[in-house]
């Protein structure tokens, strides 16, 4: 079965800390690899895609790693801010020609504290 | 630019009634979603759509009713509203490579069965 987890299922930390959200998967074939950032209230935005060729991407003070061969991604954010607080979702991709759905994780609730 | 527009953002139905959320993207999108968020359970996909005049069952399709008459609008209904369908809805869309294209939100619309 496809599936996409994702750990911590919540997480607090204190502002200016860094922290690193993980994400599994066991979809195939794999296409791509999108985390999404969610506020409260808000409908859910992207942050970053990794393909199969790409190890690392960074946005900002967020970095995306991605092992395709573990199947397995992080979402690294350096030196918190308030504004960090969401919740950050994995979803994960398939080929075209094959299932229109992506597949998403639970998401990881992150409160970031002054 | 609207992007992904909801209405109602806010509804109260009482059980047995019904009700039609109205998703509009102006992005000339081929895909759309219709996604219900629970805490603890993250975004599960109700139905969905690869283009005008097409529908399809997502994971969780009971209860709910699609129609996508024109390209740019996707409707969700509710023929006989339960207390197990309050929650969150989102709708989604995204371009011609639907399985690798980036998913856009709307703001959600926040149903209350009574």
């Known amino acids: 079965k496809n599936q996409v987890e994702q750990s911590p299922q919540s997480l607090i930390i204190l502002e200016g800390k860094n922290c690193t959200l993980q994400c599994n998967y066991t979809v195939s074939p794999f296409s791509n690899l999108r985390w999404y950032k969610q506020d409260t209230g808000r409908g859910p935005v992207s942050l970053t895609i990794m393909t199969f060729s790409e190890n690392t991407k960074s946005n900002g003070r967020y970095t995306a790693t991605l092992d395709a061969d573990t199947k397995q991604s992080s979402l690294h954010i350096t030196a918190s801010q308030l504004s960090d607080s969401a919740s950050y979702i994995c979803v994960v991709s398939r080929p075209p020609g094959g299932s229109y759905i992506p597949t998403f994780g639970r998401g990881t609730s992150l409160i970031v504290h002054p | 630019n609207a992007g992904v527009t909801q209405t109602p953002k806010f509804r109260v139905l009482k059980t047995g009634q019904s009700m039609t959320l109205l998703c509009a993207q102006d992005?000339?999108?081929?895909?759309m979603y219709w996604y219900r968020q629970d805490p603890g359970m993250g975004l599960r996909l109700i139905h969905y759509s690869v283009g005008e005049g097409t529908t399809a069952k997502g994971e969780v399709p009971d209860g709910y009713n699609v129609s996508r008459l024109k390209k740019q609008n996707f409707l969700l209904g509710l023929e006989s509203a339960a207390p197990s369908q309050t929650s969150v809805y989102f709708c989604?869309?995204?371009?011609?490579?639907?399985?690798?294209?980036?998913?856009?939100f709307g703001e959600g619309s926040r149903l209350t069965v009574l």
């Open positions: 989604a869309s995204s371009s011609g490579r639907a399985s690798t294209g980036e998913l856009f």
């Open positions: 992005m000339n999108h081929e895909y």
